[in-house]
């Protein structure tokens, strides 16, 4: 049976074409009725379709009956596909996808060839010792660069330019070859069928009836429903109550046997009870568990807080959810005085922080205040003594910091050649260092930069994207720790100090920052009775000021004629009362406020 088994997954850059691609594989095997079929198909959320990207990892169970020559009979097999995200932000999802499946097909854009995550997923795959199936598309593109991609990636993979599928995922064309290149190059899976059952956790989701849905490769035995299961990471013991495939949606089965891909319903309701990585094996059987996965740093820190104060423990119970389908996120409780409880999220970068909250406003109906994204640091106080500080109220007071380190990390930007000085313009605004550029063949330059991560996750994806068109890609790496010049960015409203707008940057540019800020305070923030000083602070030292002017009520208005003591009468009263107004009352900042200024 495991012979005529195939677990594979597409794995490419950002909008290369992965989806589309599975789309006519979905056709070719007639997995999905035609009356059915939609572009994207294997993108469930809305987001993805809107957004036009993969977000979540899919697995897909076909059918193929395949002759090796005309003549010959043909062979029935069962091809499991994980079609898999893009973008950097998600590549944890990607490791994950390459860790169940035994081949990858590599797929490549004709029109913008070797790209950032392209190498970036090449080398993961290649560590996991993955066959790859390389394969070129969209080669009949009006801009397509056939020839030019195939030298591409034929160097990057050292392989004959004739070893390369050349296909158009749109139009069909040589995608039939393509799966069955898969079937002859990507090795069946190597288990023990008589052992006892070993499954491992590559993905998860909740179901109110079925409990925690497991999505699992049965590596050794074999498992079906009513059984006793047992968690080898966390010891604990569940009752299966289904086991099924994925054609894409949820179908159960009688079975799941060595070298499938499929889920197992476990019953269990409370989230934290399952963990992506960790085996699954029949109760009281003495295995060792599988090497599962390495648990993703977060790069970036935001805070989440509910824009009502009641809904923080539907709040709690949504990222909960998220985190079993998305273990690189990460949560904990915290407060602030403006804004009430809410919790301190760390993300892989700022395209996967928009999408965890876009994901709680759909599919919990929440909405959220989100703060603005920063790196964690690392402060070396006056004993000595290592401090991690992940948000402004953790940065100790000037006066007993001795060092501050912020991590840098290695940064790859692949462009065209006719955009490298766009490009060179941009990066040279980094606070980084240029350490090689080197061509990938003829059109394409690969710069190799040293920089400050939180120079990364700001807009620099965007600013990229914008100054080339759309041509240029990147990719970056946690390389190294170094000493930094950093100042907690203080801001008053009204005389009061308000913690929630406090940030952490460069010495350098706390000025620039503030100004920048106080300069939207004043624009976001509603006129009052009495004028609001705004004011950024730095060591007790204000550096930069606005104010919001007082609404006046022309108190003269009434009179007519008369001696001008009484206007000055009426005005000196209006002013007196202001005075004691701004000194007795309380500025309301409303959750609007926070929201616009940590989204810009």
Not at 61 to 88: C, F, V, W
Not at 124 to 152: F, G, S
Not at 463 to 489: C, F
Request: net charge neutral.
């Amino acid at each position: 049976m495991q012979d005529h088994i195939r677990n594979f997954c597409i794995i490419a850059h950002i909008d290369h074409g992965k989806s589309t691609l599975a789309d006519r594989f979905l056709d070719i095997t007639g997995t999905v009725e035609q009356r059915q079929m939609k572009e994207q198909y294997l993108d469930q959320m809305d987001l993805e379709r809107e957004k036009g990207i993969t977000i979540k990892m899919q697995p897909v169970r076909m059918i193929y009956n395949h002759a090796e020559t005309p003549n010959s009979k043909s062979q029935t097999y069962m091809l499991n596909l994980i079609d898999t995200p893009g973008h950097a932000d998600f590549s944890y999802e990607v490791s994950r996808s390459l860790a169940a499946v035994e081949g990858a097909i590599l797929l490549v854009d004709a029109t913008k060839g070797v790209q950032a995550q392209t190498l970036a997923h090449y080398t993961t795959a290649k560590a996991q010792n993955l066959v790859i199936v390389p394969a070129i598309n969209k080669i009949d593109a009006p801009l397509a660069q056939t020839e030019e991609v195939k030298a591409q990636v034929s160097e990057l993979m050292g392989i004959d330019p004739k070893e390369i599928v050349l296909i158009s995922a749109k139009e069909g064309t040589n995608v039939k070859e393509l799966l069955e290149r898969v079937i002859e190059k990507v090795p069946p899976p190597r288990g023990e069928e008589n052992a006892p059952l070993r499954a491992l956790i590559f993905d998860s989701k909740f179901d109110a009836f079925r409990g925690v849905l497991a999505y699992v490769r049965i590596v050794d035995g074999n498992v079906k429903g009513d059984e006793r299961a047992m968690f080898l990471g966390t010891q604990e013991a569940c009752s299966i109550k289904e086991v099924g495939i994925f054609l894409p949606g949820d179908s159960p089965v009688d079975r799941l046997s060595t070298g499938e891909i499929g889920y197992i319903a476990t019953g269990v309701k409370e989230a934290n009870r399952v963990r992506i990585g960790d085996t699954i094996s029949i109760k009281q059987s003495r295995v060792q568990p599988l090497a599962g996965y390495q648990i993703p740093k977060p790069m970036v820190f935001a805070s989440l807080y509910p824009m009502k104060g009641e809904e923080f423990d539907l709040l709690k119970d949504s990222l909960s959810r998220l985190h079993l389908n998305d273990p690189s996120l990460t949560y904990e409780i915290e407060t602030k005085e403006a804004l009430g409880r809410g919790f301190r999220c760390g993300f892989l970068g700022i395209l996967h922080s928009e999408i965890v909250t876009e994901r709680v406003r759909r599919e919990y109906g929440i909405e959220v205040i989100i703060s603005r994204p920063s790196v964690e640091f690392r402060v070396i106080d006056s004993k000595g003594k290592e401090v991690v500080v992940r948000t402004p109220s953790d940065f100790p007071n000037e006066s007993r910091i001795r060092e501050c380190v912020e991590p840098w990390a290695r940064l790859e930007v692949l462009c065209p050649t006719a955009f490298f000085s766009a490009v060179l313009k941009i990066l040279e605004q980094l606070e980084g260092k240029q350490l090689e550029t080197r061509h990938l063949g003829e059109q394409t330059l690969l710069l190799v930069y040293e920089v400050p991560l939180r120079e990364i996750v700001g807009d620099l994806y965007e600013r990229l994207k914008s100054g080339t068109q759309g041509w240029a890609s990147m990719d970056y790496e946690v390389a190294d720790w170094k000493k930094a010049d950093l100042v907690k960015l203080e801001f008053r409203i009204a005389g009061n100090m308000e913690e929630a707008f406090a940030s952490i940057v460069p010495r350098e540019h706390a000025q620039r920052e503030g100004k920048k800020i106080v300069e939207k305070l004043r624009d976001l923030l509603p006129p009052q009775q009495f004028d609001v000083p705004l004011q950024a602070m730095l060591g007790g030292k204000v550096i930069a000021r606005e104010t919001i002017r007082a609404r006046r009520k022309d108190v003269t208005a009434p009179l007519y004629g008369g001696d001008i003591t009484r206007k000055r009468k009426l005005l000196d009263r209006q002013k007196k009362g202001k005075k004691e107004l701004q000194g007795k009352a309380q500025l309301h900042i409303p959750p609007k406020v926070f929201f616009d200024v940590f989204r810009s």
